[in-house]
């Protein structure tokens, strides 16, 4: 998970606005309506930029909307994960600080401030951020803040907090693919091998292979002998991330 996968929550919750017609730059030809709806539209047009990698203009969308509106709290977080994908840190948690001010229950600013503290070697700050988005009763997403809580908990060494929130993650929706794949981290690392093999494969069949993923599930049937699944991950993992540092390790045969 990255800061950029809490974007697509941020457009959601921002509304299905019908698309204006845009310039080149981004610019809305013959804007009309209120000044919250034109600071709505110019944050779904920065969100859009900002997916494409396209920082300049996703930056001058959101000076357009904090200029339509200087209230509006999306606004503001989306500021915050533009200045964070640029390494601004001090102006993204200002954004992010700015946008919780303005709307401080919003389970989808919670959830992004925190991912972006737990990003900064802030993750313990980042726990409070996430239970407070689950908190709130009309979040659509709580299963995606307990998996990012789960591995806020990992970096900070604590397997036990982050067991019980990816069981949680689970318990709220049983496809949840990022805490399938920790808990099958988990449990491969506890010993349990069968329990991390059905989770890792429960994963694969939900989301594309990742190097993670498949670097687990090569451990994991070379654990139980099954050496045809082995070498079928394995094959995997070399066409599909020659790169990666999960591929380099496996070259390496360093498993554990």
């Not at 990003?119 to 996430?130: M, V």
Request: proline residues 4%; aromatic residues 8%; charged residues 25%.
């Amino acid at each position: 998970m990255k800061v950029r996968a809490a974007l697509a929550a941020l457009i959601l919750l921002a509304g299905c606005a019908s698309k204006p017609e845009t310039q080149e730059t981004g610019t809305i030809v013959g804007e009309v309506g209120d000044p919250r709806n034109r600071a709505r539209v110019h944050t779904e047009l920065a969100a859009a930029y900002y997916d494409r990698g396209n920082m300049a203009i996703a930056l001058e969308e959101l000076r357009l909307a904090t200029t339509a509106d200087a209230s509006y709290a999306l606004a503001h977080s989306m500021f915050g994960l533009v200045y964070a994908d640029l390494k601004e840190t001090s102006k993204a948690d200002e954004s992010f600080q700015r946008a919780l001010r303005l709307s401080p229950n919003d389970p989808e600013i919670n959830h992004a401030y925190g991912w972006f503290l737990c990003q900064t070697s802030r993750e313990k700050e980042s726990i409070g951020f996430f239970l407070q988005a689950i908190r709130n009763p009309l979040y659509g997403a709580p299963s995606r803040s307990y998996t990012a809580a789960g591995m806020c908990s990992l970096r900070m060494k604590n397997s036990k907090d982050a067991e019980e929130f990816f069981a949680r993650a689970l318990k709220l929706d049983a496809d949840d693919p990022g805490a399938l794949l920790q808990l099958g981290q988990l449990r491969y690392r506890q010993g349990n091998v069968e329990d991390a093999r059905k989770l890792v494969s429960r994963h694969l069949k939900l989301a594309s292979p990742s190097p993670e993923s498949l670097w687990l599930a090569v451990k994991i049937e070379r654990k139980l002998g099954e050496r045809t699944a082995e070498q079928s991950y394995a094959n995997q993992l070399r066409r599909r991330f020659p790169g990666s540092p999960e591929y380099q390790a496996l070259q390496r045969g360093a498993y554990d």
